[in-house]
């Protein structure tokens, strides 16, 4: 079996990127002839299951209906997802894919060293896609990883620093810079995201050392500061909201919609910036397992993911959380406001995804040197 050759993610300029959204009108919404062929064959099959570290509860049940919806799958059709954080998630997968017993169907995660290998393998159903069309030019411009039609990119996110202006002298606060992460005045303030327990975070940490940025140096200062580590993104939102920590610098601003969504007051609390030395871009490939309890309801719901509808259904639930290549793409205007403006950042990507994870182990070592 012969692979399509490699894509790696290389240093991009915020302009590049933010043109990628905007380069072409978006294509009517319409049901390809590949998903009118899978509608009847998923149907059949009467439910699909997902494993991302990405949909909360309630952008489960918004992709299940919309699912049901534009296929016309009926109410008795059940979507699953099984979410973990990254590392977990490929964890999972792995495990599975070696005991040679699939529990799940498709896979949506930040894991390009394991989508690799995993195709490899032959670890991946092969995608007859209709909807990757209008996001492929885009992937490709970004220098994205993906093997269609082994597994290609769902979308993309990026760590921002989020902050509560309400909590006590947190007022005049404005984190543009990692420099202003180091202010005295945030002593006891910080949170710091731990690496050793994510793969988002090391990929971050990873390519701001290739693109220069001296993490070594704002470790040791960053741990005078007296920062609380953590790993979850949400739990890391509550500190925030609570006053605990009022400032998390690696957070998913889609985590501040969804906490203002279940308490309004919080938006005249909550801010959230970006970082001028760069901000990196995180892929989340996509796939059908080879063995999947439902093949085709795993094949049509990546479609679905893939198309506007789809696309939308997930920005509307996590926000900047989802960063789409689907060319022409606009966000709902429910959540613009939100969502980091990509012509405004510099924009930063590992040189290799697939070769990244081998810098991790020395790369966390020195990180619990400084923390641990």
Known sequence: MRLPSRKRVLG????????????????????TPQEKKLIPLAKAEGAVITMSSL??????????????????????????????????????ARQEIKAGRITFDAIMVAG????????????????????????????????????????????????????????????NVNITSYAD???PKLQGKTIASDVTKSTSYSTTTLALEQAGFDLHAMWKKLKAQDP?????????????????????MWNLVGRAFQAIEKEPSLAKKLRWGSYKEGQVLLNRQLAVMKGA??????KLFVEF????????????????AVISY??????????????????????LGVKDEVEAYKQFKGMRTEWRKVFQ
């Open 55 to 92: 949909f909360q509860d309630k952008t489960s049940r918004a992709l299940e209906e919309g699912f049901r919806k534009r296929y016309g799958l009926g109410p008795d059709f059940k979507y699953t997802n099984i979410r973990k954080g990254t590392g977990p998630t490929v964890s999972t």
């Open 12 to 31: 991009m300029s915020g302009g590049l990127i933010f043109a990628l959204t905007l380069s072409a009108v978006a294509a009517a919404d319409e049901l």
């Open 305 to 320: 993911l893939l198309s506007k509808e789809g696309v939308d259904i997930m920005t509307e639930r996590e926000a900047s």
């Open 228 to 248: 609380l580590v953590a790993f979850r993104t949400e739990p890391k939102m509550q500190m925030v909201i609570n006053c605990e920590r009022p400032l998390d």
């Open 293 to 298: 309890p439902h093949p085709n309801a795993g």
């Open 326 to 347: 689907r060319e022409g793409y606009q966000p709902p205007e429910s959540v613009k406001k939100y969502m980091i403006d990509l012509s405004e950042v510099k924009v």
């Open 112 to 171: 390009a060293g394991f989508f690799h290998g995993a195709a490899k393998q032959g670890a991946f159903e092969k995608l007859d896609s209709g909807q990757w069309k209008h996001h492929e030019k885009n992937a490709k411009k970004a220098n994205a990883l993906f093997e269609y039609p082994w597994f290609v990119v769902g979308s993309a996110y990026t760590f921002q620093p989020v902050w509560n202006a309400a909590c006590p002298g947190m007022e």
């Open 181 to 183: 992460v180091l202010d």
